[in-house]
């Protein structure tokens, strides 16, 4: 179904920030087959925390993105640990030395890749939930006639401030560890990994997800059981550089913040030609439905079907909650069918 990843390099790629980075790494993944057209590419950026192999579960021919069909991409972005981040480029530093990733820097790389690698113009369909669905976002807005679907599921245009608090309290938990130097870590930061994940887990479901206690029917023997192997486990597999700095992406987020839109927010959203499916999920602590609605409303093609689930923002990656993998599956289905 899928080669080996590739790796795509940008020479003198400049970010947002003002660096440059002499020799930038946007790695990737394939599924499928590129048409002889290359009418059926589907593009599926990374989420927080997530490379890759994290996020090819629903790429099967009876998942969400069916790779018989289509040809899909998966771009590793900037930060990940995988594409050029702090863990493995000696220019990528932190905030703290005015030094971070946008997506805007992101969907700049993924443009190049799939024009210079692909020969692809045109996209049959950008997918993404939470941080990918804010990438989705700025496709459609950046090459709006290039962009015939979006599929946007439980994420926003912009940052919200409820969604600022929430990566601060994030951020803050890592940086709050006796190895945090004022500019990174100089060894593990165990204690704040810890009540990072916890911090994360809490907002990440809902209170009836907690209430039910639906973590004993996914296999843990006790909510704390369901913190450590389940959430604190994940994290520690990632370089905190690499939480740190994927933060400081997600913090910026905004759509109109380029040259293009000049901070025109409205008039960012408006400028999105594509069918857009809007799927915030009933729950969600820190994309909230309304927040979603409000911004489905912006977006002239726009169709606004929130996920109803108690799983919270969890519901829009629903590898362990085949109800809401339906749900979406067919959501998907029928965008694709328009």
């Given at each position: 179904?899928?080669c080996?990843?590739g790796?795509?390099?940008?020479?003198?790629?400049a970010l947002?920030?003002?660096?440059?980075?002499?020799?930038a790494?946007?790695?990737?993944q394939?599924?499928?087959?590129?048409a002889?057209?290359?009418?059926?590419v589907?593009?599926?950026?990374?989420?927080?925390?997530a490379?890759?192999?994290?996020?090819d579960?629903?790429?099967?021919?009876d998942g969400i993105?069916?790779?018989?069909?289509?040809?899909?991409?998966?771009?590793?972005?900037?930060g990940?640990?995988?594409s050029?981040?702090?863990?493995?480029c000696?220019?990528?530093k932190?905030a703290?030395?005015g030094?971070?990733?946008?997506?805007?820097?992101?969907?700049?790389?993924q443009?190049?890749?799939?024009?210079q690698v692909?020969?692809?113009?045109r996209?049959?369909l950008v997918?993404?939930?939470?941080?990918?669905?804010?990438?989705?976002?700025?496709?459609?807005?950046l090459?709006?006639?290039?962009v015939?679907?979006?599929?946007?599921l439980?994420?926003?245009?912009r940052?919200?401030?409820?969604n600022?608090?929430?990566?601060?309290?994030?951020?803050?938990?890592?940086?709050?560890?006796?190895?945090?130097?004022g500019v990174?870590?100089?060894g593990?930061?165990?204690?704040?990994t810890?009540?990072f994940?916890r911090?994360y887990a809490?907002w990440a479901?809902?209170?009836?997800?907690?209430?039910?206690k639906?973590?004993?029917?996914?296999g843990?023997?006790s909510?704390e059981?369901?913190?450590?192997?389940g959430?604190?486990?994940n994290?520690?597999?990632?370089d905190?550089?690499n939480?740190?700095?994927?933060?400081?992406?997600?913090?910026?987020c905004?759509?109109?913040d380029n040259?293009?839109?000049?901070?025109?927010?409205q008039?960012?959203?408006?400028s999105?030609?594509?069918?857009t499916?809007v799927?915030?999920a009933?729950?969600?602590?820190?994309?909230?439905?309304?927040?979603?609605?409000?911004?489905?409303?912006?977006?002239?093609?726009?169709?606004y079907?929130?996920i109803?689930?108690?799983?919270?923002?969890?519901?829009?990656?629903p590898?362990?909650n085949?109800?809401?993998?339906?749900f979406?599956r067919?959501?998907?289905?029928?965008?694709l069918?328009r």
């Open positions: 179904m899928s080996s990843p790796c795509y390099g940008l020479e003198n790629f947002q920030c003002g660096a440059i980075l002499p020799e790494q946007l790695v990737y394939t599924y499928g087959e590129l002889g057209d290359r009418s059926n589907i593009l599926y950026p990374t989420s927080y925390g490379q890759h192999t994290d996020i579960w629903l790429i099967r021919p993105l069916d790779p018989t069909c289509w040809f899909i991409i998966i771009p590793n972005m900037f990940n640990g995988l050029s981040s702090p863990s493995n000696s220019t990528c932190l703290e030395q030094f971070y990733f946008t997506h805007l820097d992101n969907v700049r790389a443009e190049q890749l799939l024009r692909f020969g692809v113009e996209l049959a997918y993404g939930w939470s941080m990918g669905a804010q990438q989705a976002y700025h496709w459609g807005a090459y709006p006639e290039r015939d679907r979006i599929g946007a439980c994420g926003t245009a940052t919200t401030d409820h600022r608090i929430f990566l601060e309290s994030l951020r803050a938990a890592l940086t709050a560890d006796p190895t945090w130097t990174g870590f100089d593990v930061p165990e204690r704040g810890s009540a994940a911090i809490s479901a809902s209170q009836a997800f907690y209430r039910e639906l973590y004993d029917k996914l843990y023997s909510l059981d369901y913190l450590l192997r959430w604190e486990a994290y520690r597999k990632r905190p550089h939480l740190i700095a994927m933060i400081d992406t997600w913090l910026r905004d759509v109109s040259p293009t839109y000049q901070g025109d927010y008039k960012a959203l408006a999105i030609q594509a069918k499916l799927m915030p009933t729950t969600d602590l820190y994309f909230t439905p309304e927040d979603c609605q409000a911004e489905a409303i912006l977006i002239p093609n726009a169709q079907r929130p109803p689930s108690i799983w919270g923002h969890r519901a829009g990656n590898y362990q085949p109800a809401d993998e339906a979406i067919s959501a998907v289905g029928e965008l069918d």
